[in-house]
């Protein structure tokens, strides 16, 4: 299966994610919506970019190298490659324009809302996720919510993105929970097609 395959499957799933989200996110956003239908949009080919390039610049080098030592080292390489391809698309999302990174979460947090007097919490270096964001939540939730959100004193050991607690309940919206949930559902049949031919060579 060669990189063009690769890219076109990693975006039909991608285009896939990137429904569900507008989705459940329907009628809770006002034009931030529009921003966040844009991000996404520049997410799924930021991602499918970097797919792509990983495949191309390391797959050759990596394989090649694999194929002279035992089946486990083959292995380790192509966990090595997903690895390097999933940990960029979470440094993409880190690393967004402060607007649009606002953006982003502001949608994900009022669709992963329960009651709306939950707390976030956010990482010890996370500055982007403030007062005026979580505001800008509080009057984007609809009726039936109390649009009472506050913002945790306390920080948490996370990258980017955030953590809704009520209670003793916590839901991970964290960059690192959101790609590795993708992962999930794509690494099985991913590796399939980036190593599916090398691994019938061998």
């Given at each position: 299966m060669n990189a063009e395959q690769?890219?076109?499957k990693i975006l039909a799933e991608a285009?896939?994610?990137a429904e569900t989200i507008r989705?459940?996110?329907h009628g809770k956003a006002d034009e931030g919506a529009s921003r966040l239908q844009t991000?996404?949009?520049?997410f799924e080919k930021e991602t499918l970019r970097l797919a792509k390039e990983a495949a191309e610049d390391k797959k050759a080098r990596m394989l090649a190298a694999a194929r002279m030592d035992n089946r486990k080292q083959y292995l380790f390489v192509q966990v090595e490659l997903l690895d390097e391809i999933f940990e960029k698309a979470i440094d993409r999302i880190n690393s967004l324009p402060e607007e649009d990174y606002q953006a982003l979460m502001a949608a994900l947090m009022a669709n992963a809302v329960e009651t709306g007097d939950e707390q976030i919490l956010v990482?010890?270096?996370?500055?982007?996720?403030?007062?005026?964001?979580i505001k800008t939540v509080n009057r984007q939730l609809g009726p039936g919510f109390k649009g009472?959100?506050?913002?945790?004193?306390?920080?948490?050991?996370?990258?980017?993105?955030f953590i809704l607690r009520r209670g003793n309940i916590r839901i991970n919206v964290s960059t690192e929970v959101l790609v590795g949930q993708i992962r999930q559902e794509l690494e099985t049949e991913l590796a399939q097609m980036l190593f599916g031919d090398e691994q019938g060579q061998e």
């Open positions: 690769v890219v076109d285009n896939g994610q989705s459940e996110a991000e996404l949009d520049a990482g010890k270096k996370e500055m982007r996720i403030n007062d005026r964001v009472n959100l506050q913002l945790a004193s306390e920080r948490t050991d996370i990258r980017g993105g």
